[in-house]
């Protein structure tokens, strides 16, 4: 279990979060991928979201942060749990809710951000 809480003014974070490309993305373009240090001190890609990222292309902006930023670490997909397996959710989501499962204390961040005008 984890907690978010101030201890005299710093934050006590997770010790790794586990992300999907969604965020990866939307903070890449904004140029605010350093946002995802402040869930965790390690921060862990599943392989299945990087195999997604990197066919985007290697001159995208996403694909090259993932290539280039040293604290972004691609991990092996853990097994899919058929209790997510039935939620018929994409691999990079599944792999993230399957590794949060899989490693207690990891933050699992599977956000989509959706604007409407």
């Not at 907690?3 to 890449?28: M, Q, Y």
């Not at 397996?85 to 989501?93: A, C, K, Q, Y």
């Amino acid at each position: 279990m984890w907690t978010w809480k101030a201890s005299n003014g710093n934050w006590i974070v997770a010790e790794s979060a586990i992300v999907d490309s969604s965020p990866l993305i939307f903070l890449s373009k904004a140029g605010l991928l350093d946002f995802l240090r402040l869930a965790a001190s390690e921060i862990l890609v599943p392989e299945s979201v990087a195999k997604e990222i990197g066919r985007r292309g290697p001159e995208d902006v996403t694909a090259r942060a993932l290539a280039e930023t040293a604290w972004l670490h691609v991990t092996s997909d853990p097994p899919i749990p058929s209790v997510i397996e039935h939620w018929d959710l994409g691999p990079g989501e599944s792999a993230v809710l399957a590794h949060a499962r899989e490693r207690p204390g990891t933050v699992p961040c599977p956000c989509t951000i959706t604007y409407t005008a």
